[in-house]
């Protein structure tokens, strides 16, 4: 019994990490019907842009701000400079740019940082809290509430600001949107920027766990991917709470299916992109109208 | 017309290239004809049915690795261990294609991409059949007696009439009644199902049809390499197909052939300008750059570049170009 | 009497074919304008035009400001106000959040008095006061055009463009919604561009009324000089006959 807690709560800490990036991806394609496969190299870049910055001596405190920032900063540039002179031609031209900016990005981190994997210590500390038999690391609980604390703090976003309203009005119905004076290519570049900083606090809490290295967010977006799919890409609410599933179904299957130890756990993912594809494309939360052609 | 007589000088001089070129660049050019078999299933794919894969080097790979066991652990025959792949690929392809159609042609994207990027785990775990991460070897194939060619001529010949069969085929097929019905199914998925087309099932056949595509040129690009390593078929070399597709033209069977150029010959003029040690990303910044360029610039890519200075200086052609 | 919109020389095309033939006509302060016609006339192109959702040549000024080269957003920004035929709410949103966008769309100047204009615009129009929660989609057709118009006028534009409100309603819906827009321009302090079809049902709100056809303008009076003249019934009349024929 402790040992089915242990691994749910391991599973439960895992899953938030992959529903930041899945947040992040949701709140890209809400807004424009736009899978971002480049959303986990975003998260990568901020990642090792808060290395350099803690190998220069700055505190966590100070970084993280600054690295979420830049990812925010990041994301906008990215969609003004690079996706927008493609937007309004067609899918597969902005889903071959976010391929582009994959592949370019992956090979910068690279050539910039190196290919060698480097740890990073918590920010949290090495500590840990046990409750019972159950062990809770520092790293997962700080980790949990930075998370969680991103998660209200979108919501509150969408709900209650004049540029959420604005944000969803644009996904909604772009041409009545420009009739109330809003510009749409405007609020794109804020979801990607939104998205950047969700995504590179997700990248932030996942480099302790799995260390740096250009392939460090491949797992987590395909885990994003997946969580997405089950709670509906248009819906912000549905990927999270898909994340956080898909991060205990992965934790179980790896230890409790002898088949899927290890690197093999991507199995699952893959198999819910399918399945949820093949059955309700829409998602466990989605509308079936969201889809644009 | 002049189309026809291009093509057949292309014939001629694929078929007269090996009896110029020694042997290595012999070898050379089959890497080229069998790359670009899997981008001219993207051709098809992207082109054509409107879907964009992220994962058609896995597909390559596949038939890469179906190959190489049929021969050294089944004993086959190399041309029967070649169909076999192709098999296994249409099969696949057919699974992949299952859910497709749904997110207006990004479903068989996020799949495909899924795929890419767990097939090398998937190659590293079943070591036993895999030869995990050293792969496996192939013995070279050998010409048959009665035959005056070396070997590396021979098997760059079978390449290229395999290509050549291949690109015959699927330029028919997108011809006429399958023609119309992918370009209905591309830009207006919606109309088409009521218009009578069985969308589903069509673009379930192009899925599969372009994973038998893939997986005969990752087979015969086995045989070719005399070997398969699970680090060939990393994620990225999908994505770098899509860009050869890319560039090389998303509609133009031609352009698989410049993307293929493309695909084969650019890692190695990085890796001799930047030394070996981060070739392949500065080759991945270097796609990504070029991809980016391609569809800001000349969105039909190198292919569609040149059929519109062959227009500008005909003009005859300029309504074809654009009739439905 | 100013102008507050301008048109002078409008033409507009959609692909290769010219559908507004250079067009000229004005709307004053406080003014109630009819654009009516028969179908295919050019009425919703001349408002699309003028909010630049389409592209037009020729000359749109808005209170001395020319709209050349703005995009739509610019547009609205300056005092255009355009409900869309087919309403074009936001069906996901709810009837509050629908008017808080029209709210967040006005000018600084009117910024303060966001809620008073609110309380207002649910005494205009009780039906949303009761639905405020309810997604927009959900609404009737009846109360969607009330959403829409209600949405505009918050965003308090100088000129509102309303096209075909009476689409698709029932008789009783529509007669009920042209008395309150005949109450708009007192109450808001706005003029009015309608484009509708039912020409004896737009012509008994408006001032003044602009006879379209084929692209262009074939009359122009005051509404009841226009209701008794010949023109407008050979304009419906003469499509009548152009359709009878082509069939």
């Known amino acids: 019994m402790t040992e089915i807690l242990q691994q749910l709560v391991n599973g439960l800490a895992g899953g938030c990490v992959y529903a930041g990036l899945a947040l992040a991806v949701s709140v890209v394609f809400q807004g424009t019907g736009l899978l971002n496969f480049a959303q986990g190299e975003m998260a990568v870049v901020a990642a090792y842009a808060a290395w350099s910055l803690a190998a220069a001596g700055w505190p966590p405190v100070a970084a993280i701000p600054v690295v979420v920032a830049g990812s925010a900063a990041l994301g906008a540039v990215l969609e003004r400079v690079l996706v927008r002179p493609v937007e309004g031609t067609s899918p597969l031209a902005l889903i071959t740019v976010t391929a582009a900016l994959l592949l370019g990005l992956n090979g910068l981190v690279a050539v910039i940082w190196g290919t060698d994997p480097h740890s990073w210590d918590s920010p949290f500390g090495a500590s840990a809290v046990r409750l019972g038999d159950v062990v809770l690391t520092a790293q997962q609980i700080g980790s949990v509430a930075v998370v969680a604390v991103v998660m209200v703090a979108v919501g509150c976003f969408f709900r209650f600001t004049g540029l959420g309203l604005r944000m969803k009005a644009v996904a909604i119905n772009p041409g009545s949107a420009v009739l109330l004076g809003i510009r749409p290519g405007r609020m794109l570049a804020v979801g990607w920027a939104l998205a950047g900083a969700v995504g590179g606090v997700a990248g932030l809490m996942t480099a302790p766990t799995v260390g740096l290295s250009p392939e460090m967010m491949q797992g987590p977006l395909l885990m994003a991917f997946a969580a997405a799919a089950l709670g509906g890409f248009a819906s912000p609410f549905g990927s999270a709470l898909g994340g956080v599933v898909l991060g205990v179904l992965t934790t179980m299957a790896a230890r409790y299916v002898p088949a899927l130890g290890g690197d093999l756990a991507l199995v699952v993912p893959f198999g819910v992109i399918f399945l949820v594809l093949l059955v309700k494309p829409s998602g466990l939360f989605g509308r079936a109208a969201v889809v644009r052609s | ?324 | 009497m100013s102008g507050v919109l301008s048109v002078t020389g409008l033409r507009a095309r959609y692909g290769g074919v010219e559908v507004v033939h250079g067009i000229d006509f004005d709307v004053h302060e406080g003014e109630i304008v009819a654009l009516v016609g028969p179908n295919g006339a050019g009425k919703t192109t001349v408002l699309r035009g003028i909010s630049r959702t389409v592209r037009t040549q020729g000359t749109v000024t808005l209170l001395g400001v020319g709209t050349h080269g703005k995009d739509a957003a610019s547009v609205a920004r300056l005092g255009v106000g355009h409900v869309p035929q087919g309403r074009g709410t936001f069906a996901d949103l709810t009837v509050l959040q629908n008017l808080r966008l029209g709210l967040l769309a006005r000018g600084r100047a009117h910024r303060r008095h966001g809620d008073a204009d609110l309380t207002r615009m649910i005494d205009m129009f009780p039906v949303l006061g009761e639905f405020l929660s309810r997604p927009a989609g959900a609404l009737s057709g009846g109360q969607q055009q009330m959403l829409a118009i209600a949405r505009a006028l918050l965003a308090r534009p100088r000129v509102l463009l309303i096209d075909e409100p009476s689409l698709g309603l029932a008789p009783v819906t529509t007669s009920m919604l042209f008395r309150t827009l005949r109450e708009l321009r007192s109450d808001w302090g706005v003029s009015v561009l309608l484009a509708e079809q039912n020409a004896r049902l737009s012509l008994s709100i408006a001032d003044r009324a602009v006879v379209l056809a084929g692209g262009l303008i074939v009359h122009t009076g005051p509404s009841a000089e226009v209701a008794e003249s010949g023109e407008l019934r050979r304009a419906y009349l003469g499509s009548a006959a152009e359709q009878a024929v082509t069939r």
């Open chain 2, 1 to 324: 017309m002049r189309k026809w007589l291009l093509w057949g000088v292309v014939a001629v001089a694929g078929i007269a290239l090996p009896y110029i070129l020694d042997d290595y660049q012999t070898f050379q050019i089959a890497r080229v004809t069998t790359t670009a078999l899997p981008i001219a299933s993207l051709v098809l794919l992207t082109g054509w049915s409107g879907q964009v894969s992220a994962g058609q080097g896995a597909l390559f790979g596949l038939g890469a690795y179906t190959c190489a066991i049929a021969i050294v652990s089944g004993g086959l025959p190399w041309p029967v261990a070649v169909l076999l792949a192709m098999v296994v690929g249409l099969a696949a392809g057919l699974l992949l294609g299952l859910p497709a159609l749904r997110l207006s042609g990004m479903s068989l994207g996020l799949i495909t991409l899924s795929l890419a990027v767990l097939f090398p785990l998937l190659l590293s775990r079943f070591k036993d059949l895999t030869g995990g991460p050293f792969g496996i070897q192939t013995p070279p194939v050998r010409t048959p007696a009665g035959i005056q060619l070396s070997s590396a001529q021979f098997l760059y010949l079978v390449t290229f009439v395999a290509l050549a069969a291949v690109f015959a085929l699927l330029a028919l097929l997108c011809r006429g009644r399958t023609g119309r019905a992918l370009d209905a199914l591309r830009l207006q998925p919606a109309m088409a199902r009521t218009t009578g087309v069985d969308t589903r099932r069509l673009s379930v056949l192009v899925v599969g049809m372009s994973g038998a595509v893939a997986a005969l040129g990752g087979a015969l690009n086995a045989l070719v390499l005399q070997s398969v390593v699970p680090d060939a078929y990393a994620f990225t070399f999908s994505l770098a197909l899509l860009t050869g597709a890319v560039i090389g033209g998303i509609r133009s069977w031609a352009g698989a052939l410049v993307g293929a150029v493309f695909v084969v010959y650019v890692p190695q003029l990085v890796s001799d300008t930047v030394g070996d040690t981060l070739a392949g990303h500065w080759t991945q910044v270097g796609y990504a750059l070029v991809l980016l360029l391609t569809l800001y610039f000349a969105p039909q890519g190198l292919a569609g570049l040149g059929s519109r200075i062959t227009t500008k200086i005909g003009e005859r052609r300029a309504h074809q170009n654009f009739a439905p």
